[in-house]
């Protein structure tokens, strides 16, 4: 719909007579070029302002008004306000990651190291091997579920560390990374502690022991058997992340049989149970070394005393070291003898998703 000149009105000036839509909340009055004979009846009742129907100034905002050409405090405060939430999101991508992978390894310990407190000081009534190593996989499995999304879910520095090696996280981000997993665990630890306070007090007269029958410092970080040397101690740590990892490698391979989207941390669920279940004997199969080494530290200063580093002939590092020796031997020999195998192995494209199944998520983001 248009507006119709004053066909009174003089050639020259009709040539300068703007034809607008009806409803554009524009001012023409003041219009430099438009003479007031261009001017539609529409304009003559709101002082040069064109208005749609059941529309008036007050609802274009101008209040019937003309604009003075700055915005009202209403609409600066309107840019201005941000909600509490965008407040508090953070902008940087590797302060997300951080604070994931924070999150994650805090909920891996307080739900596993809590399952193996709640079968010790309840002195088998409440719990078991069984309960301890379900405990324990299920805990990686919601700490994955909750920051697979963001940083990938490594939740261990030796799976972090693999990640970088093979060129699939870049390598600033593993101090990030590791500082955050350590610290995570760390306060994990503080808070089972805090949890089962009472229950540790009671449970050998107020005494934290490392060794004995009334021992507690095994419910927070691995110790070898009585039997176990250190070299043997060592190649079993190596050995059991070795294979933790080849396999995650392999679960995260979109070349190979792979697994539906969503169900990774699943599979990576039963696959600590299976290694729970056969190689945990000897040293209690930590293969993380935020899940052992931070736990201890704060054994260590809570009251079970600097024993806790001594202990095993000085096991401490064990699984610390163990566990990133065996994170790149498992990466390489899954690279050496599967992946380079794929049928198009310089391909760096994944492979398109066949038969409705869905392409799945990478353990990080590079992968």
């Keep these: 719909m248009e507006t119709r000149v004053n066909r009174s009105v003089e050639p020259e000036m009709q040539l300068r007579c703007l034809v607008l839509p009806l409803g554009s909340p524009q001012l023409l009055s003041s219009h430099p070029l438009l003479p007031p004979a261009c001017l539609p009846p529409q304009l003559e009742k709101t002082g040069g302002l ?141 808070t089972v502690f805090g949890i089962y306070y009472d229950g540790l007090m009671a449970f050998a ?43 995650v490698f392999a679960i995260f391979d979109s070349r190979n049989m792979g697994v539906p989207r969503g169900l990774e941390p699943l599979v990576i669920g039963l696959l600590i149970i299976s290694l729970s279940c056969s190689l945990s004997l000897n040293t209690g199969c930590a293969m993380n070394p935020a899940r052992d080494l931070s736990p201890r530290l704060f054994t260590a200063l809570a009251g079970w005393g600097f024993e806790v580093f001594t202990a095993g002939n000085n096991f401490w590092w064990i699984p610390v070291v163990g566990p990133m020796v065996g994170a790149f031997f498992g990466g390489l020999f899954y690279i050496l003898l599967i992946q380079l195998h794929h049928s198009d192995p310089n391909s760096e494209v994944k492979a398109e998703p066949s038969g409705g199944k869905l392409e799945k998520y990478e353990l990080s983001d590079s992968m």
Excluded at 146 to 159: C, D, K, M
């Design 50 to 190: 064109l208005q749609s129907e059941g529309q008036g100034a007050k609802q274009a905002g101008l209040g019937g008004k003309r604009p003075s050409g700055r915005n009202s405090k209403m609409e600066q405060k309107e840019r201005t306000k941000r909600s509490l939430t965008q407040r508090l999101a953070l902008k940087s991508r590797i302060a997300k990651e951080t604070v994931s992978e924070f999150l994650g390894t805090f909920i891996m310990i307080v739900l596993g190291c809590g399952s193996v407190a709640q079968a010790v000081l309840s002195r088998g009534h409440l719990g078991g091997i069984v309960t301890m190593n379900m405990g324990f996989a299920t805990a990686v499995v919601m700490a994955i579920y909750v920051t697979g999304g963001v940083s990938g879910g490594h939740i261990n520095p030796a799976v972090s560390f693999a990640m970088c090696i093979f060129g699939r996280m870049e390598w600033f981000k593993f101090p990030f990374y590791v500082g955050a997993q350590f610290l995570g665990a760390f306060v994990g630890a503080a």
């Design 205 to 247: 007269d107020g005494k934290l022991l490392v060794a004995g029958e009334n021992a507690t410092a095994f419910i927070f970080a691995t110790y070898p058997a009585p039997f176990i040397s250190l070299p043997n101690a060592f190649i079993d740590q190596v050995l059991s992340t070795m294979l933790l990892l080849l396999i």
